[in-house]
């Protein structure tokens, strides 16, 4: 799940899709007898369309038939598009889910059943355990990892040694990271001891939620209705609130809506920053002289976390070549694939079993990040959308409120009328 803002999903499209689903037992097809599949139809949302093309490719360079064709989808159109397909009888065969979105998508009965052939795998515990708790539910699972992204923290090295500290030693707790980033804002010409993006609710949520899990906490009560109000919320809030009462974040971090989420410690002027796996091959690429390190995001007293993002892949309930699409499935969950492909192109495996490869271990950065998937979390919530990634939902009021505002008690929320311990903003959705 890289960090956007056009993640908005409708409700009601959600709605008309299990509507058609539940009509028909096979709402994706025509009721005319499945023949052979000659082309597996993959929709992907356009953020993650070049890793499953990659996948695609790889399957199609060794098998004549069947093809897998990738479809780009908008990441807006993407559920509307997904119902309008179902209504018209021409759903396809796989699709790559965002993460965040798969408890909705399992809830509303979407997707297969694909529990006794994931069980079947001998590397089945192996897959990623944040994206199959996402997967699953009542105890069935409907889907297998398909990409992943973690965040974790970036450190400027130069910019740690030109400040008088070891620029091997990250901040591993978050008095370290507030007096590293002091140290570094001294420095003056331009430099800034921290970065975030004070108005984006996407790249926050992947990145400022691990600060509450590794100390302890977490945004959501078991059963995914909103948690704001917890000490471990209000400590994260005063810690950015402090970090900007300093004047450790540059002027205009306020109002970066994630446009200067990747671009901003590119530049070589931030000291620390919180941000995704997929940066460090853009940094290498582009900027092949900035010299930093990545680790895990730590907690108030230690520890470490970080949010799994990315894509989990399954078979449309109804689909007409559900052996075909597992087939494939099965295929690029492969070592050879994994670690070949995937692996060596500079991303993430989606098997815990296989992060120490020779391509991911050939950068410690990579390596770092790999490390982070064990440990790495999502929000399980079927109102995710509402909660995080609104920009006018709860989630980037509170943030507005509690760092920019000053006030991260007041952020994190009072209690509304009558008890109950979600913030006034979040309340309504504890029902959902």
């Known amino acids: 799940m890289r960090a956007r803002n056009s993640r908005l999903r409708t409700a009601a499209a959600l709605t008309a899709t299990v509507t058609c689903l539940t009509l028909t037992a096979a709402c994706g097809s025509d009721g005319s007898a499945a023949k052979p599949a000659t082309t597996l139809d993959l929709w992907a949302r356009a953020g993650s369309a070049q890793s499953l093309q990659r ?60 529990t006794e052939r994931i069980g079947a795998l001998p590397y089945a515990k192996a897959l990623l355990p944040a994206h199959e708790e996402l997967a699953t539910r009542d105890g069935k699972t409907y889907g297998v990892p398909a990409g992943v992204d973690v965040s974790s923290l970036f450190w400027n090295k130069d910019l740690f040694k030109q400040a008088g500290l070891d620029p091997e030693k990250p901040p591993t707790s978050w008095a370290e990271i507030k007096a590293d980033a002091d140290a570094i804002n001294k420095l003056g010409d331009g430099v800034s001891g921290y970065y975030y993006s004070g108005n984006s609710s996407g790249a926050n949520a992947f990145t400022w939620l691990p600060l509450v899990w590794a ?65 460090v091959s853009q940094y290498v690429t582009q900027a092949p002289k900035l010299n930093f390190g990545v680790t895990g995001i730590p907690g108030e007293k230690g520890g470490q976390s970080s949010f799994a993002g990315g894509d989990i892949m399954g078979i449309p309930a109804g689909a007409k070549h559900a052996d075909d699409a597992w087939k494939f499935m099965e295929y690029y969950l492969s070592e050879q694939v ?80 009558g008890g109950g311990g979600a913030p006034r903003s979040a309340a309504r959705y504890a029902r959902a």
């Open 338 to 417: 994994q670690v070949e492909t995937v692996a060596k192109s500079g991303a993430l495996p989606v098997r815990t079993d296989l992060v120490d490869n020779k391509y991911t271990s050939a950068d410690p950065r990579v390596a770092a990040n790999a490390k982070l998937l064990a440990v790495a979390k999502t929000p399980v919530s079927t109102v995710y959308n509402q909660l995080f990634n609104d920009p006018n939902g709860p989630f980037l009021a509170m943030l507005r409120k509690g760092v920019q505002g000053g006030d991260p008690d007041g952020g994190a929320g009072a209690r509304p009328p």
């Open 215 to 279: 100390s302890g906490g977490s945004p959501l009560t078991p059963d995914g209705k909103p948690s704001l109000d917890t000490a471990q919320v209000k400590g994260a809030l005063k810690l950015y609130s402090d970090l900007a009462k300093a004047g450790d974040m540059p002027n205009g971090y306020d109002g970066d809506t994630g446009t200067n989420f990747i671009s901003s410690f590119q530049g070589g002027k931030i000291g620390i920053q919180l941000l995704g796996s997929f940066a």
């Open 55 to 114: 996948l695609a490719d790889a399957w199609n360079g060794t098998h004549e038939t069947p093809k897998v064709k990738v479809t780009q989808i908008p990441e807006s159109d993407y559920v509307t598009k997904f119902a309008a397909a179902a209504g018209a009888h021409k759903l396809p065969d796989l699709v790559g889910v965002d993460v965040v979105y798969m408890p909705q998508f399992v809830k509303q009965g979407l997707l297969t059943d694909l």
